[in-house]
């Protein structure tokens, strides 16, 4: 049951998948994570080219004239590849073995779809560490409310509409 990502964690948590004690040790390591995996990238790339690259912490946005687009590609983005998390992996009816294959397919293609919108983050850990790693906060902020709102909006569709009857607290069929 690993995931490397906060908002997988909390719409995991909120659809019954993992208990609340385990929430925060899973967010702070994955905060960690990120900014090891920063110091790694950090120390095996050029100083210029990693200075150039804003230290890999996106610097796709460059006005504010792009963040609507990126927060709403976020949440759209993420939104996807966390209910596909859901429904593989939470959901009772439809959890398969190929949940990896199908999330990571799901990751592939949200990066193809939305990386000039946005730089495809969807995961607040990994804008984190590279954040950190270069003390490069302009617009940062987007790729916690994006990726997070994803994920909530994911786990409200899960428990509204689509989730089986245990997970469901409206439409019950």
Not at 41 to 61: C, E, H, Q, V
Not at 87 to 115: D, Q, S, Y
Request: with cysteine.
């Amino acid at each position: 049951g690993s995931h490397f990502n906060p908002p997988f964690t909390i719409a995991i948590y909120l659809c019954g998948g993992m208990r609340l004690t385990m929430v925060a040790p899973y967010l702070i390591s994955q905060l960690i994570g990120g900014v090891l995996g920063a110091g790694m990238a950090k120390l095996m790339t050029p100083p210029d080219r990693y200075i150039n690259a804003s230290g890999a912490a996106f610097d796709i946005l460059k006005s504010e004239a792009h963040v609507s687009r990126a927060i709403f590609g976020e949440v759209a983005m993420t939104c996807l590849v966390t209910m596909v998390v859901l429904m593989v992996a939470v959901n009772g009816k439809t959890k398969t073995p190929l949940a990896p294959f199908l999330v990571g397919c799901t990751v592939t293609i949200n990066i193809l779809a939305g990386g000039d919108v946005s730089g495809t983050c969807l995961n607040p850990a990994r804008a984190f560490g590279p954040a950190v790693m270069a003390n490069y906060w302009t617009y940062h902020w987007v790729y916690w409310v994006g990726p997070i709102g994803g994920g909530l909006l994911a786990a409200a569709l899960l428990r509204l509409v689509l989730g089986d009857n245990k997970l469901r607290i409206i439409v019950k069929s």
